[in-house]
């Protein structure tokens, strides 16, 4: 179908300023591949499906708008786990405040180094996994993510990996326009668990394509930074072999503008997925929006999307979900839940979720709620001589409750929950 | 302790509904008051007035706790300053813990009295020991507040905050209501172990064999809004055998 003239002459007059990362290597015929793809589908408007609630003109515009940094003084998080901490300071690798680039079971690049090497397992998954993802529904902020990054983080993990591997996003620049691409391929057996922090940039753009072979094991606990101007646009695209773990858990704090998209493509029998998302927001500027797509295409698969936002003051929060069963997938329980919690009559949540089945013995629901705090819950806790703004704090949390519960990992979660604390302290 | 004077209270978004009608009642420090009553006629309605629930406007009268207006405070300020409402139906909130939520009370309540907080241990010696008393085991601790509790369990839960709580006026609006015979007496011995010269008690009840554990020191008949007669614990007798035909007569 031929792009909209309109579209296209947008997308051309954006991709005219763009110059891919120089060298002969194999990345520069998988940027050029992306580029095409990016071409053929021309950038997002608002006119798209998928772009209907969530404007994309800031994240792509040539001249990023500029986000002032923000300290809340709070302590870096996780910086008492024992991990592998990999530090980026507005897009930039900073070796001198990172741990080596190694770890007992794993193997750990950058992006910039292997470009110029050999090596074939993120040579055959750089874009690869973007590529599929693009279908049925284009994602091309991702294709542009891949034709333009010229750095990020490349993992294999060989064996359970016992330390985390922690990539570190630092914000120091007002006008920072940062693109990162990320590889994690984890070998049948083994597991890794990749923690992702901070703002990284005025606006970020962050992809993520993660191979599992059978049996591996991939969680991955992310918090986006407090930064209240900063824009980000990320895509993670998972494909899950036979008996493989993908767990995924992001929190949101602040920020113009956030897109998560999240695409799962479970290949391999006995799969599990699991994606989660917490946000709150405060401010009529406050835009989250996330974007889910699990497709089933084997047998006795398991997902679980738990998506909670909490919006107050005129914050805007979207969830489009779509859980896809194909064609001899059966046995599949597929599982979907998005719900808001509104502070105040300002604040919106939209939400669209989808099921598309295709097979006859399958489990599969989805549910989407919007409500605002229980007043006789609060009136209980008030009665019990809690204050009115801690009573209202303790609900909040509580809703969110669901989907922290998500992470596993009990000390990653409390610590994220005490982010969460402090949050609505500093909003009382 | 409790001074309630002409109490009158209408519904705030239906004026029309006036449903305490010139309420008078005074609780002495460590005595036990008794409200019975037909269904509807405002015993729970007073709890919630008293506790500072919204929905109710008060439009004549007062009531004072030890001498402060309950009426110009806060629901959590009538709590610190030790009033306690037992719910009718207690509140189920997921996603807190009840510990959590027992904390957090008691060191709100603390707090605002500008009393030191309950260390974490001192806390968690007291709720064992006292949620022992009254046959709440472990798992309920842990689960969220009132969440799958049966109706027993959740009136027992709220014993268990008032016994945490230390309470100055206690008011139990039915919490024999869903109890077996032997919670009971569970209830009943919960709350005589609280009884003390500072302490007050109205036990809003529709049955006389709660006051056969919680001894009242009066009862009180309150219909249409209103406190119709008041007397010894013989009148809850009366109550039980005649039921209230002869006394709404009397009053008329
Ligand atoms: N929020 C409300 N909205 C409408 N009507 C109300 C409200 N609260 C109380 N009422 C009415 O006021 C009257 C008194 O109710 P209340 O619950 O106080 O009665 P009660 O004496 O506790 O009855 P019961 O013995 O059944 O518990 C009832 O007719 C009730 O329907
Ligand atoms: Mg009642």
Redesign the pocket.
């Known amino acids: 179908m031929a792009l909209a003239k309109l579209k296209q002459d947008a997308t051309l007059a954006r991709l005219a300023g763009i110059t891919l990362p120089e060298g002969a290597t194999w990345a520069t015929a998988a940027r050029s591949d992306a580029l095409a793809r990016l071409s053929a589908m021309g950038l997002p408007t608002r006119r798209d499906e998928y772009w209907r609630y969530t404007d994309p003109a800031s994240l792509i515009v040539a001249d990023a708008p500029p986000a002032a940094l923000f300290d809340n003084g709070e302590a870096p998080l996780f910086a008492g786990v024992d991990r592998i901490a990999l530090v980026f300071v507005d897009g930039v690798f900073d070796a001198a405040q990172s741990d080596d680039l190694a770890g007992a079971g794993i193997e750990i690049h950058r992006l910039a180094d292997v470009a110029q090497r050999d090596i074939h397992w993120a040579k055959d998954l750089y874009g690869t996994l973007e590529s599929r993802g693009q279908h049925p529904v284009e994602r091309p902020l991702a294709a542009l993510n891949t034709a333009i990054a010229s750095d990020g983080i490349v993992i294999r993990a060989t064996a359970k990996v016992q330390k985390p591997v922690h990539l570190v996003y630092l914000h120091q620049s007002e006008t920072s326009d940062v693109t990162l691409h990320n590889l994690v391929r984890i070998e049948a057996g083994a597991s890794l668990t990749l923690l992702e922090t901070g703002p990284g940039a005025a606006r970020l753009s962050t992809c993520l394509e993660v191979d599992i072979a059978d049996a591996g094991q991939f969680h991955h606990i992310r918090a986006q930074g407090s930064d209240h101007e900063r824009r980000a646009v990320t895509h993670c695209f998972a494909q899950l072999a036979a008996e493989s773990v993908f767990k995924s858990f992001t929190l949101t704090f602040n920020g113009v503008l956030t897109r998560n998209e999240c695409v799962i493509d479970m290949r391999g029998d006995d799969a599990v997925a699991h994606v989660a998302g917490a946000c709150v927001g405060d401010g009529g500027d406050f835009h989250h929006d996330d974007t889910v797509f699990v497709t089933h295409d084997a047998l006795r698969g398991e997902s679980r999307q738990v998506f909670k936002k909490v919006l107050r003051n005129g914050a805007v929060g979207v969830f489009q979900g779509k859980i896809l069963v194909k064609q001899g997938a059966q046995k599949t329980d597929g599982y979907q839940i998005s719900q808001s919690l509104l502070l105040d009559d300002d604040s919106q949540f939209l939400a669209k979720p989808e099921l598309e089945i295709y097979a006859d013995d399958v489990a599969c629901s989805h549910g989407s709620t919007t409500g605002a705090i229980d007043e006789t819950a609060l009136f209980y806790l008030r009665s019990r001589g809690v204050p009115m703004e801690a009573a209202r704090n303790l609900l909040t949390l509580s809703f969110l409750a669901e989907a922290l519960a998500e992470i596993e990992d009990q000390a990653l979660a409390e610590e994220l929950q005490t982010r969460l604390e402090g949050w609505l302290a500093r909003r009382a | 302790m409790l001074e309630i004077n002409n109490l009158h209270a209408e519904?705030e978004?239906?004026a029309d509904?006036t449903?305490l009608k010139g309420l008078t009642l005074s609780i002495k420090p460590g005595e036990v008051h008794a409200i019975m009553?037909?269904?509807?006629?405002?015993?729970?309605?007073?709890s919630?007035v008293l506790s500072g629930k919204d929905?109710?406007s008060v439009t004549a009268g007062s009531a004072m706790l030890e001498g402060v207006d309950l009426l110009e405070m806060e629901p959590e300020e009538r709590a610190a300053a030790g009033l306690f409402l037992a719910f009718?139906y207690p509140v189920e909130i997921p996603g807190v813990g009840n510990m959590t939520f027992l904390r957090t009370a008691v060191n709100a309540q603390r707090k605002a009295r500008g009393e030191e907080e309950l260390s974490a241990g001192d806390f968690l010696k007291e709720v064992r020991a006292k949620a022992k008393d009254l046959q709440i085991d472990a798992d309920m601790l842990k689960r969220p507040v009132n969440v799958g509790f049966s109706g027993g369990e959740k009136k027992r839960n709220e014993i268990l905050q008032m016994a945490m709580l230390e309470p100055k006026m206690c008011i139990l609006?039915?919490t024999d209501s869903g109890l077996d015979v032997d919670a009971m007496k569970l209830v009943a011995d919960g709350v005589n172990a609280l009884r003390s010269e500072n302490r007050s008690f109205l036990v809003?009840t529709?049955y006389q064999r709660l006051l056969d554990h919680i001894k009242p020191d009066f009862v009180h008949i309150?219909a249409d809004g209103k406190i119709i007669k008041s007397g010894g614990p013989e009148l809850a007798l009366e109550v039980e055998n005649n039921g209230y035909a002869d006394i709404l007569a009397g009053a008329a």
């Open positions: 519904l978004t239906d509904v449903i009553g037909p269904n509807g006629s405002g015993k729970s309605t007073l919630y929905g109710y009718q609006d039915e809003i529709h309150l």
